[in-house]
């Protein structure tokens, strides 16, 4: 019935005639995946900004570093 789920591709659910005539809800239902999709997303693009964040400092005082024992 969803087919894609395992890319979390956003507004890639959409339904077949076939499905839509078997249940008529089902555009309600993939376009809660849809919103489901999206969140997935954004949260995984501010997970790898919050790590790519976090190791910024860390190249920095290793840079830093390398100065220092150079002078």
């Known amino acids: 019935m969803f087919r894609g789920i ?5 507004g890639h ?18 376009a809660a995946a849809n919103e489901t999709a999206q969140k997935i997303v954004a949260a995984q693009a501010r997970e790898k900004l919050k790590r790519s964040l976090e190791q910024m400092p860390e190249e920095e005082s290793e840079e830093e570093e390398r100065v220092e024992k150079i002078a």
């Open 13 to 30: 659910f959409t339904p077949t005639p076939e499905e839509e005539k078997r249940n008529p809800n089902i555009r309600k239902k993939m």
């Open 6 to 10: 395992e890319k979390f591709v956003p």
